[in-house]
């Protein structure tokens, strides 16, 4: 079953500019994790929050979790052409299964 | 850093037949390996979960007898789409994980992109 949603569902930026998508959940979670996919590609793995952690930054990338609004964001900072993808958040619902979000589709113009 | 492989990347096939598309953790040993489905422009759903040497558990909707799953050993998983038809067309992945219980280690295949003329 899905557990998250995303917004937004698409989101076009310039080059440099920053991109932010959300992600809201319905049940309790241990951890939530962001994935990449590159078109027609496998995920990526790019960070995992647990439950008790607020916020999480990679590089670039700069998650943050809020349990009481069952809600995370991704923030890419400074995006470049090469992180046109679709990002996906996933929680783990029943302990050991993960449930993925619908997905952001993010197109970064040169 | 661990990997997994899918093996085809792509497969056409006629209706009817049936199809079987293998997971191996290259460097780890898998106790756990998953099967999701992927229709375009939308997210992955779970098919179904094996452990080795014991049966798979299917996810609701998910018809057994139509996605045969074995997970023969600690590397391997192959699925197998029988009497495949259009509507099976889809992009299958699948995820590793060498703890039991756990989403934290789960690593993902490239993935495998089926289409049924």
């Known amino acids: 079953s899905q557990q998250g949603e995303e917004d937004p569902q698409a989101l076009s930026i310039q080059e440099g500019e920053n991109a932010t998508m959300n992600c809201s959940y319905k049940?309790?979670?241990?951890?939530l994790q962001w994935y990449r996919q590159n078109s027609g590609r496998g995920l990526v793995h790019l960070i995992l929050i647990r439950s008790n952690e607020r916020e999480k930054h990679s590089g670039r990338l700069r998650v943050t979790l809020d349990t009481s609004k069952k809600s995370s964001s991704l923030l890419i900072t400074a995006s470049r052409a090469a992180d046109t993808a679709s990002y996906f958040c996933a929680t783990d619902e029943n302990d050991y299964k993960l449930s993925f979000g619908a997905g952001t589709t993010v197109t970064v113009r040169a | 850093g661990a990997v997994v492989s899918q093996h085809p990347s792509w497969v056409i096939c006629k209706s009817g037949t049936s199809v079987k598309i293998e997971c191996r953790s290259l460097?780890?040993?898998?106790?756990?390996m998953f099967w999701y489905r992927q229709f375009p422009k939308q997210s992955l759903m779970l098919m179904a979960t094996s452990n080795e040497g014991s049966k798979a558990t299917y996810e609701q909707g998910v018809e057994k007898d139509k996605f045969l799953i074995n997970h023969a050993s600690l590397t391997l998983s192959t699925l197998t789409v029988t009497s495949a038809h259009p509507e099976d067309s889809s992009f299958y992945i699948c995820?590793?994980?060498?703890?039991?219980?756990?989403?934290?280690?789960?690593?993902f295949g490239p993935g495998t992109r089926l289409t049924v003329l």
């Open positions: 460097d780890f040993q898998a106790t756990t």
């Open positions: 049940t309790s979670i241990n951890n």
């Open positions: 995820s590793a994980s060498s703890q039991e219980g756990s989403t934290d280690t789960q690593y």
